[in-house]
């Protein structure tokens, strides 16, 4: 814990001074309670439960002071807070392979049903975006506080050929970063989008000065990319982490399936769809993200879960004077009302 006006502190002094002034008026009583015939008979009339309880408020008001007083110096500390403006992108593997019911019932649907079930569970303050990719990438929902869009967009996946995990995580920072010039068509397509326009509308994409940040720094934004298989086309998958990792955005990699993979018929195919978790992992830590294996439907769902708690919460260094003044508080009214209880007063 820090202090934000460390100077202030010095009033703490005052404490010690309060309970110098408490036992030079014990001993005043005690000097007054001497003209008594007899002082067995005041301590009798007392009783030890009794001579304890009077000091019981007056220690309880001097916590209470010195806690304000320590308010007064701001502190602060590393609290678990809810993260504001988040937004998260889902982006999901639609390639064949998922298919596979080495996850009952099926890969995709055991995907389908985890995240929207991960959508439920966030705060209704929480933006989502879910972007589909296989051999290509597609915006199948734009980032939006409706959750009924959002399951919706997820209910559509159809399965496609191809896993282009690279595009999936490059359209998803053009999704976060609208606005930033990111090149969707040459990074993910490998052409240049204007031809396919009019000559009259076929304009040089406008570029944005861009300057690198540190890894994960990026807190209103993240990724989670879930995918059961190899890439098979696109960018490079480690080549687009590193463009996640200049942005600050952490990408969470989840990995459904199995190492050994199952082969899988697909539209007249037939392959081997095998996890590529070095990959995975090696975009999880590019980021500073983390990996995920769900070998299974529950290890889905519990990953998702896990990672709502991980997302929408994090640890920020925040000002808690408001929890000092309400500790002081609680101690100042504990005194009066334990002192008003015993001796029928006030302190």
């Known amino acids: 814990m820090t202090f934000l ?10 404490v010690p001074a309060l309970v110098a002034v ?12 001497l003209r008594y015939a007899s002082l ?13 309880r009077r000091h019981v408020p007056p220690l309880l008001f001097l916590l209470a002071l010195a806690t304000m007083l320590a308010a007064i110096a701001r502190p ?32 995709l649907v055991a995907s389908q049903e985890a995240a929207k079930a991960f959508v439920a569970d966030l ?14 990438a597609a915006v199948v929902q734009a980032p939006t506080q409706n959750r009924e869009d959002i399951v919706a967009a ?33 990074s993910i397509y490998g052409r240049d989008p204007r031809r396919s326009l009019p000559l009259d509308q076929a304009r040089a994409p406008e570029k944005k000065e861009f300057t690198p940040v540190p890894p994960g720094s990026y807190g209103s934004a993240a990724i989670v990319l879930l995918t059961d298989g190899q890439r098979t ?47 995975l992992k090696a975009i999880a830590d590019r980021t500073h993200g983390e990996y995920f294996h769900a070998g299974t439907a529950m290890d889905l769902k519990k990953i998702y879960e896990g ?23 609680c101690l100042a009214l504990a005194a009066g009302l334990l002192s008003l209880l015993w001796f029928g007063r006030i302190l």
Request: charged share 20%.
């Open 76 to 107: 602060a500390a590393l609290v678990r807070l809810p993260t504001q403006q988040l937004t998260i992108i889902l982006a999901m593997d639609v390639s064949g392979s998922m298919r596979a019911r080495d996850v009952e019932p099926n890969r």
């Open 307 to 329: 990672l709502s708690a991980r997302l929408v919460f994090e640890k920020q260094h925040t000002e808690i004077t408001a929890l000092f003044s309400a500790a002081a508080a």
């Open 233 to 279: 086309t696109g960018p490079d998958s480690l080549e687009a982490a590193k463009m996640a990792a200049d942005r600050g955005v952490r990408v969470f990699t989840v990995g459904v399936g199995t190492p050994a993979g199952e082969v899988i018929g697909f539209e007249g195919w037939s392959f081997r769809a095998r996890l590529d978790e070095d990959t």
């Open 5 to 14: 006006w460390p100077d202030m502190l010095w009033l703490l002094a005052a």
């Open 40 to 52: 067995a008979i005041v301590k009798e009339a007392l009783g030890a439960g009794q001579r304890f």
């Open 123 to 136: 705060p209704r303050g929480v933006r989502v975006g879910v972007v589909a990719f296989a051999g290509t």
């Open 22 to 33: 408490y036992v030079l008026l014990l001993r005043r009583k005690k000097k007054a309670a």
């Open 154 to 186: 997820i209910d559509r996946f159809q399965l496609q050929r191809g896993t282009a995990i690279g595009s999936g995580i490059i359209l998803s920072l053009a999704t976060i970063f609208p606005d930033a010039g990111i090149d969707v068509g040459d």
